[in-house]
């Protein structure tokens, strides 16, 4: 074999993880040398898996996910990329049908060393092979600053894959294990302040196909054996177990194979494998590891999650980079700018030929100025910037997401191993239309439609199960309960949540409604079970509502705090409401609502008693979210007339109350005169008592700010009746100076939450002065503020803009005109 004899062993690989200069590296010499069988860093129970990546459906990026199966969520993943140098060996292995083995740390170990105690959660990092990172989590916790695979005692790899291994004795434990940059050493060494453009400068940028091909893997050896024999192990141990056992497969498969072996692996490991260890010494480390079982499979993987900025360890900057200098045939920098050009004009920015003429100009002029052997990101990045986004940062924010990092994501063929809740749930994707992807969007559902509603059910049972697929969004178009916004992105961690909730069921439906049913049973509080009955209904899980409604009833039941109860109702109204739209059969819910309603109703009053400013504050809300909750429940609670009356009836009690604080006592007024159950003279009337003399000027100001603070329209109402204001503006004005600051807090927290428009008005109606407004309406009969009937000119006049901002009706056929005099054309219209 070229470049190795029958002394030196087998030929050993050290690439950088996620390189694309390893990468095309690693296939010239898989090409020249043809040996009988490739060894890659990665973990042993994915060799059955390997044949997968020859499927059609199988596209990069894709990771290797191990998971614990007693334990899903602790898991680990290797992820793969098509510019990764394990994928090229591993493709090229299939289609020149040579054996392909892996040889790290078996996943059965790594997974344990974590439960153990070294690290808790695993999270992404690298992926098989770890030239410096890898694959997997990071077990101590941290994330290595150097990059991938020479930067490798810094990394924070996946299970167990740390930086190297010591520089002496396989058993023995380094003297010099300071934490390093293996890249960023190379770089400084060379002259270069930043170890990315060193390497892209040596690497990336370095032609295949002259001279020997394993010339650049040899002088890599090098320089790594000299830099472990300064720094030792890096600080991370587990690397002495690591590479044992993959001496000890090395040995395996060259007696198998004799000395056609050809290993991949990072190029921090080279020199520790290929130092000479007796075999009982890596025996004796792999000796009594811990041991869990582990289940592998492949799962779907993004470029944003091979960044550096996603927290994964062995991360790159520039992923979406990386794979177009790997896929470019030629020209890479002409190419890659005329990519840059077709994105800004997608994004309506004028982009022409003239300008990516001009940009690959200055992109070669600016690498020559910089002595660089080609122009790179750094320089196609400055001519973006100079020539097609005028010195903006913002468009060059979006090249930045959408090219340079890039939102790929992978797949995986259906025959892959998977749990069967993962099977239900891609079987359920494929039916529903709704593809994973990686790029964040909006997804608009309209419940009546049969598929937006199974849309939305499936959407609502994986959040219940954890899987956040889909998160509710504002719906920027029409709105109503029959109206859904969404916000999907796929992200490859939800796989391990898939795995997790797996132990819920085989199926999407059955999973959720177990997990509904347990999370019913163990809440310790009534608003988390009222939560739980709402999302059951959203989620269209009838099955799980028995236990949640009965579990529902004993805590409302139990439950003797008046505010509990008030939380708890307007979920249970929404819930009535949704399940309406849905179709679900509410008549349990709705009498639970009632009872919960009657009970509000029967303590409130005595919970709104010798209350201090706080807790006056928080019953308002409470008051007001009862209200509302009562005006929806309408025909779905049985005696609905009954409840509102009675609720009517504790607004009068509240109202009147002396010791109820004056927010909620303002409040009630308020809530009854927009009901339409107290006159406005009886507004007026309670408002004078309140605001006479003999009140303290804080629980007035409290009254105030009940009847027409924040939330209540109350800037509107005083603008329309002077009644109101004239009352107001004259307790004002006859506040105690000393009083006055303790007021005066109270009074800008009510006014400053009105708009604009209506502080403008109010303060012109004050300087006018009493009567002013009333005079200034033409012809405007009865009292200030307010006119005896409708004056029909004056809404007549409004309709022609009324017609265009409507439309049509919904035959099609335009609203009819009310003729001048007549009330119609305004009732129709609003």
Partial sequence: MSGENADAGPLLLGVRHHGPGSARAVRAVLEEVRP???????????????PLAAEEDMRPPVALLAHA?????????????????????????????????FIDLPATHTLAWERDGEGGVTRPAAGPGDGGRRRGTAPDGEDDPGTEDERLPVRAEGPGDEAGTGDGDAGAVPVADVRVDPLGVLAATAGYDDAERWWEDVVEHRGVGKGDPVAPFTALEEAMTALREEY????????????????????????????GVAVVCGAWHVPAL????????????????????????????THHRLSLSSGYGAGIDSPGWYGHLFAAPDRPVERWLTKVAGLLRAEDRVVSSAHVIEAVRLAETLAAMRGRPLAGLRETTDAVRAVMCEGSDVPLALVHDRLVVGDVLGEVPATAPAVPLQRDLARIQRRLRL????????????LRKGTDAERSRLLHRLRLLGIGWGEPAVSHGATGTFRETWRLRWEPELSVRVAEAGVWGTTVHAAATARAETDAVAARSLDTVTGLAEHCLLAGLSEALPTVVRVLADRAALDTDVGHLARALPALVRSLRYGDVRGTDTVALAGVAAGLAERVFVGLPRACAALDADAAEEMRSHVDAVHGAVGLLGESAPGHGELRA??????????????????????????????????????ARLMGLVLSPGTPPADAAAWIEGFVGRGSGGGLLLVHDERLLGLVDAWLTGVPAEAFTDVLPLL???????????????????????GARASATAGHAGTAGFATGLDTARTDAVLPVLRLLLGPDADGEEPDAASPGTTGGAEGAG
């Fill in 232 to 259: 030792g192990s890096g600080g991370h141990h587990r690397d002495l177990v690591r590479e044992a056992h993959m001496r000890l497969r090395i040995r395996a498969a060259r007696r198998e194979f004799g000395d």
């Fill in 36 to 50: 009988r069988v490739v060894l890659i860093e990665g973990p042993p129970e994915a060799d059955a898996l390997i």
């Fill in 435 to 446: 593809k994973p992807q990686a790029a964040g969007r909006e997804l608009e559902l309209d």
């Fill in 69 to 101: 199966v007693d334990e899903p969520g602790r898991s680990a993943f290797w992820p793969l990329a098509g510019f990764s140098p394990e994928w090229v060996a591993i493709r090229w292995a299939l289609e020149h049908g040579v054996p392909a083995r």
């Fill in 646 to 683: 009675r609720w009517r009836s504790v607004l009068r009690r509240l109202s009147t109350r002396d010791s109820v604080p004056g927010v909620i006592r303002g409040r009630s007024v308020r809530l009854l005169l927009d009901d339409g159950e107290l006159a406005r003279d009886e507004a």
């Fill in 748 to 770: 800008r927290r009510t006014f400053s939450a009105y708009e604009p428009g209506v502080r403008r008005t109010l303060g012109e109606l004050v300087r006018r002065g009493p």
């Fill in 274 to 301: 290929r130092r000479g260890t007796p075999v009982a010494a890596d025996r004796a480390l792999l000796k009594g590891l811990p041991k869990v079982k582990a289940d592998m499979t492949w799962v779907p993987w």
